[in-house]
């Protein structure tokens, strides 16, 4: 189910692909954009996102409360949505300089369109790949001109049903998308671990037979290092370069040492998950030695008996395993045995 994307893998057999989201954490200045880029490279990141909309695209600027934020526990309480995107967008004309400080510094640069006007800009900037938002995961019209470009698909699941994702798989895969990746996300600001369920990214992986990563909102790295012990294969997570500048996002994101952390411990955890495998490993065979095993504890004549006194399981592993000591307790001694022997069969009258 893996695939190749601007030359580096995405699959199960590569490392976690880190994507720093820039979101608004630009603050409206193409300088700290431009710096955040140059600060997701230096820590690790495989990626970096941003997002293509105006406020226009999104939503009017309307008078109704239906068009403002009202949820007394939200970051934005109060803002209307338009004045919110105004502040948060990326103007499109920075897209192209950020685009090329990613790839100087060899890390993917991309975005989530929102709009079908946004897919053809990022079309004529030759993005290689597209995000697919939460918020817009029922928008089968622009899923399918998205997937109508042949690049791969990345789709956050953000407050989908498992139907409303079937169409939204299914609307992708029929436009002709070939690669395609669900990003378990829970769309909350931040988001908490008790409400991740990161149980849900294998069995999305068998229900829609592709890759599945973590798109995360929660602080910390803890919540991606155990979505890549369960298979997710790509990681997104705000970023921005000081937490204490403010911004939109900022609240939830993670400056440069976090992200660095993050880049670390989540190719650390899927390193660790290998194979199923019992017994030594290369590594631990040089260990066997420092097992118990049955020593001669006391010298011993041929034809004495073995007895607790002079037999014992102790380090390190070179004799007979413990199990055996039960066995030779009351057999004698073929010939001398002298104290410090490892126990061994041909020793056992």
């Not at 798989?169 to 908490?192: E, F, H, I, M, Q």
Request: proline share 6%.
């Amino acid at each position: 189910m893996g695939f190749s994307l601007a030359g580096r893998r995405i699959g199960r057999d590569a490392a976690p692909f880190v994507i720093a989201e820039m979101s608004g954490n630009h603050n409206q200045s193409l300088e700290r954009a431009l710096q955040i880029v140059d600060a997701a490279a230096a820590a690790g990141a495989h990626a970096l996102k941003i997002q293509t909309y105006t406020p226009d695209t999104m939503t009017i600027a309307a008078p109704q409360r239906e068009f403002s934020i009202e949820d007394p526990a939200s970051l934005w309480k109060g803002r209307s949505f338009h004045d919110l995107y105004k502040e948060a967008q990326t103007p499109w004309e920075w897209h192209a300089p950020i685009f090329e400080r990613c790839r100087q510094h060899g890390m993917v640069g991309f975005s989530s369109p929102f709009d079908d006007t946004a897919v053809d800009f990022l079309e004529s900037l030759d993005v290689p790949c597209y995000k697919i938002a939460s918020f817009e995961n029922i928008h089968l019209p622009l899923i399918e001109k998205v997937a109508k470009t042949g690049k791969p698909v990345i789709l956050s699941t953000g407050m989908a049903t498992v139907a409303e994702l079937d169409e939204a798989v299914r609307t992708a895969r029929a436009a002709g998308c070939k690669d395609l990746v669900l990003l378990k996300c829970t769309s909350t600001y931040p988001a908490t671990p008790l409400d991740s369920n990161l149980l849900t990214i294998p069995h999305l992986r068998d229900l829609f037979g592709c890759e599945v990563g973590l798109s995360d909102h929660t602080m910390g790295v803890g919540v991606a290092v155990g979505a890549v012990a369960l298979g997710a294969v790509v990681v997104e997570k705000h970023f921005t370069l000081r937490r204490a500048d403010g911004g939109v996002d900022s609240a939830f994101s993670l400056e440069p040492a976090e992200l660095q952390s993050l880049v670390t411990e989540t190719e650390r955890a899927w390193q660790a998950l290998g194979a199923v495998h019992y017994g030594p490993t290369e590594a631990e065979r040089k260990s066997l030695a420092y097992r118990r095993s049955v020593y001669v504890v006391a010298d011993v004549k041929a034809g004495e008996p073995f007895t607790p006194q002079n037999l014992r399981i102790i380090r390190p592993g070179h004799g007979l395993a413990p199990k055996y000591q039960a066995v030779a307790l009351g057999k004698k001694a073929t010939r001398d045995v002298v104290r410090g022997t490892p126990l061994s069969w041909d020793l056992i009258g």
